[in-house]
């Protein structure tokens, strides 16, 4: 047994992967494999439509909203997102807080005109830019809801007049948001949702059909909303683990209880960090992740040392991604605040150890 | 147990369900599951490097091919071929043998002309054109080796002067091809590589980059072959159940035994249709699938009695698509030739009871 704090692909519940692999065995009871089975079936039709009910459950999906199931993660919906809401000629508002951010406004430009209309690259990325506002005459407004590699969370969306465009890839399922606020929630699956694979989509009906570029059809939204998530052969075993691991939140008392136990467990990490006097956080208070919590050593020479102190205690996946160096915790919803207690002891012992 | 002669997702051997079930409670005693791994460590970089290593093996993949896998199916592929191979204003030639081969004709469209210079349409695709030249000026030609829907086959490719760029979700392992003789071979894995999730695409290296056109970097074949399939994250269960499948062909003697199983396992139903004056074949001898096998019924009356009698024995998977009606019985690498000589007695049993 492994403390997971890897950022993802990431842990998932333990029942999860147990029922995850029955099934891989035999799928409910249809002396099948889920691995073989045919996505036309009405087992797995069932499996769509149920994952897709957890969804809108659990998020309050409002009505005059679609939730479809896609393939090639955020990374594809850089593409998808001004291919199918960004007219020729026309210009959409992007905040730059990060790496993955940075990518959707590259992809962006391929399509229209992208305006960065705050960026906090300079710092780093170590804060989420507040003091901007959202031009009237822009197609949509795209933002980054947590930003994985800094640690930074935005705790607040500013109002925008235009359809808010957010990827939600590390932070949905880990708190409450309003979906109503947005026009296009999109989200790789494989913090929160599911294993790598499957790539969820929640968009306002409304927004959409309003551009005359053509779309190729694997690409075109409309074309998965009319398909059901199925135009094509689905990734089958990533969503039947989806839908284990949404009722497992449901279950669990939903988003409300678990976004509670996460904020339990980032206070109790970020407190270790400010009171230790060999830790320091990178990023600014305000904005920090409750998800992917990223920390550097006051003396940078001790960090090769707690990797090592922390992987013979079994924690593992805490190195830092090499733009801000040190440790990340990464601390998705099936981590276990046993777990986080045990990253806090043992940067307690190594300070015991170095005092 | 059952009889499983669905036409995708599809069998895959037991003993992968095996060891893929085993995956998911604990990957290569690394104490994770295999659905909560970075596909950043070093064991899951060895897990595609592997993959593709099996590939380029079963294959004969000669020097100066890439091996990729990307996601987004087939289906993906209609449009990832014309966006990086035909640039503005050019032509690329296609072959129409079936709702899959039109498909890609109709993606096409959306990024040049194409000329359908073959096609089996106005039969409802019950053989395999051979009567065209392939011409000079085409960016590339483009074919469908193997049409599911149809139950037809391309035992013979064209010569062409232009790059071949070919679709072999349904018969890609299935039998020897000579890839020197291809540009660009694509394949949806659930038939005969893994679990649905993931697309093969084996690419000559010297027909990209030879067009103006701004790709997304997520459709752009050389960022992925840069990226060493993982510029994103992969699909990481269906990329590892596709190395213990391709594990699995390689110690069965790789694809030359392989397809001696499938050309005897084809032979013996096809013999039992010929010969069971109740059944016959709906397509070209000639022409006629060793993946998919359709067939009808004389008195097309009969037709759901005979699906029920099957099915009460156990046998999955055989109804025919509605745009053919009848049966098809698909006979992938893992099907047994036991199974097909089950299926054979079933056709006899049945034609006993209605003598």
């Known amino acids: 047994m492994k403390y997971n704090f890897g950022a993802g692909p990431c842990i998932l519940p333990q029942e999860v992967f147990k029922q995850a692999a029955q099934a891989v065995l035999e799928f409910d009871h249809t002396g099948l494999s889920i691995l073989e089975i045919s996505h036309r ?3 797995f039709e069932a499996v769509v439509a149920e994952t897709e009910r957890l969804v809108r459950t659990l998020l309050n999906v409002p009505e005059g909203y679609s939730v479809i199931f896609l393939q090639g993660g955020a990374s594809l919906q850089f593409s998808m997102v001004p291919m199918n809401l960004l007219g020729d000629g026309k210009k959409a508002a992007y905040t730059d807080t990060g790496v993955w951010a940075n990518k959707a406004i590259k992809e962006g430009k391929l399509f229209g005109e992208i305006n960065v209309i705050a960026s906090s690259k ?15 005459d822009a197609a949509y407004f795209h933002c980054t809801s947590n930003n994985t590699i800094y640690g930074t969370e935005m705790h607040q969306f500013p109002k925008s007049p235009v359809p808010v465009v957010c990827d939600m890839s590390s932070d949905i399922f880990s708190r409450e948001v309003n979906v109503a606020d947005f026009g296009l929630i999109y989200a790789g699956a494989q913090k929160n949702m599911g294993p790598a694979g499957v790539t969820l989509v929640i968009v306002k009906d409304e927004i959409l059909g309003k551009i005359d ?14 398909g059901e998530s199925m ?6 075993f990533s969503i039947y683990v989806s839908m284990l691991n949404l009722k497992w939140l449901k279950a669990k008392g939903g988003v409300p209880a678990i976004a509670q136990e996460n904020l339990a467990k980032a206070r109790a990490l970020y407190a270790e960090i ?9 990023c600014a208070v305000e904005d920090r992740s409750n998800m992917n919590i990223c920390f ?6 001790l960090e090769k040392d707690f990797l090592k102190f922390a992987e013979d205690r079994d924690i593992i996946g805490i190195k830092g991604h090499r733009s801000v160096g040190g440790f990340r915790a990464s601390m998705y919803n099936a981590l276990p605040i046993s777990s986080v207690h045990f990253l806090v002891d043992t940067m307690q012992e190594f300070a015991e150890k170095h005092a």
Do not use: Q
């Open 41 to 43: 079936t009405p087992e």
């Open 274 to 282: 400010d009171r230790n006097p060999l830790f320091k956080g990178t």
């Open 296 to 301: 550097v050593m006051e003396n940078p020479e």
């Open 231 to 236: 135009y094509n052969t689905p990734p089958v």
């Open 122 to 136: 300079d710092a780093n990325y170590t804060f989420i830019p507040k003091d901007y506002e959202v031009p009237h």
């Open 213 to 226: 570029r053509k779309i190729p059809s694997m690409l075109d939204y409309k074309i998965h909303i009319e």
